[in-house]
T-cell receptor
């Protein structure tokens, strides 16, 4: 197992286009999280899944954002009608759940909206 | 609202000059406090988890401590390779991060 994988690493898109990112968690981890990080700030929570169920969504997650985790394995995060303010690093993390397990983060997808 | 504040925002030290980074928090129902290291362009890398006041964890030149209101990350005799952004996060149902401390160690 090579850890949490995110694809693509970088994405440049024009304003108004839709983009989709993929996250492959560590295989035995049942929880998967999406965070967004802008330059000089800590990661901000977007949403998380336990298995295939989406259990919490942040107020940051507008209706242009949607996340799925079919079959409780990989997850996708889609942003529709991108705006320049969506430019950020999108981080995925997974964990075994429970309070004794840390989160393992992927290397992130850097989105630039021009 | 759950809140995490880290200080200082940036810290520049000479190699071998020990110091501490601070993380203060206000949360309801703390389940754990995490420290992560983040290098530019990469995702956060897990360092420590602390669960109760008085707990301490050590790894190489780093030691993390926890009180009821704050955590410290002590760095002893740092080396240039310790330069990174150090993130503190509290776990409620999810991780809530501070803004990070950007640490630079000059050789």
């Amino acid at each position: 197992d090579t850890g949490v994988s995110q694809d693509p690493r970088h994405k440049i898109t024009k304003r108004g286009q839709n983009v989709t990112f993929r996250c492959d968690p560590i295989s035995e981890h049942n929880r998967l999280y999406w965070y967004r990080q802008t330059l000089g700030q800590g990661p901000e929570f977007l949403t998380y899944f336990q298995n295939e169920a989406q259990l919490e969504k942040s107020r940051l997650l507008s209706d242009r954002f949607s996340a799925e985790r079919p079959k409780g394995s990989f997850s996708t995060l889609e942003i529709q009608r991108t705006e320049q303010g969506d430019s950020a690093m999108y981080l995925c993390a997974s964990s075994l759940g429970g309070m004794h397990y840390g989160y393992t983060f992927g290397s992130g997808t850097r989105l630039t909206v021009v | 609202e759950d809140q995490v504040t880290q200080s200082p925002e940036a810290l520049r030290l000479q190699e071998g000059e020990s110091s501490s980074l601070n993380c203060s928090y206000t949360v309801s129902g703390l389940r754990g406090l995490f420290w992560y290291r983040q290098d530019p362009g990469k995702g956060p890398e897990f360092l420590f988890t602390l669960y109760s006041a008085g707990e301490e964890k050590e790894k190489e030149r780093l030691k993390a401590t926890l009180t009821k209101k704050e955590s410290f990350l002590h760095i002893t005799a740092p080396k240039p390779e310790d330069s990174a952004t150090y993130l503190c996060a509290v776990q409620v149902m999810k991780l809530v991060f501070g803004q990070g401390t950007r640490l630079t160690i000059n050789p």
